[in-house]
């Protein structure tokens, strides 16, 4: 039973990258998601999340309209395509599986994947 989080790597200011979250051993749409990140020296923020059922999608305002959370649950995956990069978005990327978004940014998460290092410099 896994998340396994991939697509990260190092991009130049403006560009963009797109990561994927795969599941293994369960199934992702019966979970909400949530995309985290982790810059040096910084606490875990949340980034975005997916509902469930109605596939409802939030953001932090730091990303809002660069960035779009989606999930395919035929491949139970779930992605993160962000655009317009910025130095600032540099960090570790961990994408979760919970009951809801809600309790999975107050910390109660089913299942944590292992991050992706995005970077983000000219």
């Known amino acids: 039973v896994q998340l396994q989080a991939s697509g990260g790597g190092l991009v130049q200011p403006g560009g963009s990258l797109r990561l994927s979250c795969a599941a293994s051993g369960f199934t992702l749409a019966y979970y909400e998601i949530v995309w985290f990140r982790q810059a040096p020296g910084k606490e875990r923020e949340w980034v975005s999340c997916?509902?469930?059922?109605?596939?409802?999608?939030r953001y932090t305002d730091s990303v809002k309209g660069r960035f779009t959370i989606s999930r395919d649950n035929s491949k139970n995956t779930a992605y993160l395509q962000m655009n317009s990069l910025k130095p600032e978005d540099t960090a570790v990327y961990y994408c979760?599986?919970?009951?809801?978004?809600?309790?999975?940014?107050?910390?109660?998460?089913?299942?944590w994947g292992q991050g992706t290092q995005v970077t983000v410099s000219s």
């Open positions: 997916i509902t469930m059922s109605r596939g409802l999608t």
């Open positions: 979760a599986a919970g009951i809801s978004c809600d309790q999975m940014v107050n910390g109660r998460v089913s299942y």
